[in-house]
């Protein structure tokens, strides 16, 4: 069964900080891993996906297969990442995407 | 711009009704989806369909149904609504390739049953 995991509820920082948000999975077949985010009042949107390797407003997160892991990193924080960030994932066999329980992210200035 | 528009932004109902929440998308996507959002829950599936009439169930498909005969709509359906069924309610829809597509929500229906 397909399943995301995302330890942690909240985390809080200061501007300039480093942030990595923790996210873990398991699925037997080959995953498709994706960070989403949700600002205030704003409707769900795709932060970054695995598969195109890119850096988004900062952020990376890397695919490790042998630990099942996606964490989503940035060196320096800023205000305006305060947000709602939800790991997912999906399959090249299925387009069925299931998200974790979501990370708030606070960064205070 | 892939626009997911859903019916509602606010219902309020009354226990025992039939209540349907409605998503229509424009972009000729095979797949939609219905999830709850729930505080410290995250986001959970209730229903997918990846195409006219088909459909699977999510992780908490129990009180709910759906309905697609059209590919741009898809409807959500609480038989007997019950006071544990408030919450957000998100669709979202997303191109039926590889599964490595990005899927784009629409705006939320907050439902309060009471």
């Known amino acids: 069964a397909q399943r995301v995991t995302q330890p942690e509820k909240l985390l809080s920082v200061f501007k300039g900080a480093p942030v990595e948000l923790k996210c873990n999975y398991s699925y037997s077949g080959s995953p498709e891993l994706f960070w989403y985010v949700q600002y205030s009042r704003q409707r769900l949107q795709l932060l970054l996906r695995h598969i195109s390797r890119e850096s988004i407003k900062g952020f990376t997160a890397d695919l490790n297969k042998g630990e099942t892991s996606f964490h989503l990193k940035k060196p320096f924080a800023q205000e305006e990442d305060s947000a709602m960030y939800y790991c997912a994932l999906s399959s090249h066999n299925t387009d069925k995407l299931i998200f974790g329980t979501g990370t708030r992210l606070q960064v205070f200035p | 711009d892939v626009k997911v528009t859903q019916s509602s932004r606010y219902l309020v109902k009354r226990t025992g009704e039939k209540v349907f929440l409605e998503c229509v998308q424009d972009?000729?996507?095979?797949?939609m989806f219905w999830y709850r959002q729930d505080p410290g829950l995250g986001l959970r599936l209730i229903y997918f369909?990846?195409?006219?009439?088909?459909?699977e169930k999510g992780d908490i498909p129990e009180g709910y149904s759906v309905s697609r005969e059209k590919k741009e709509r898809f409807s959500l359906i609480l038989e007997s609504a019950s006071t544990n069924q408030t919450s957000m309610y998100l669709c979202?829809?997303?191109?039926?390739?590889?599964?490595?597509?990005?899927?784009?929500f629409g705006q939320g229906t907050r439902l309060t049953v009471v």
């Open positions: 369909s990846y195409d006219v009439k088909m459909k």
């Open positions: 972009m000729d996507h095979e797949n």
């Open positions: 979202a829809s997303s191109p039926g390739t590889s599964g490595a597509t990005e899927a784009f």
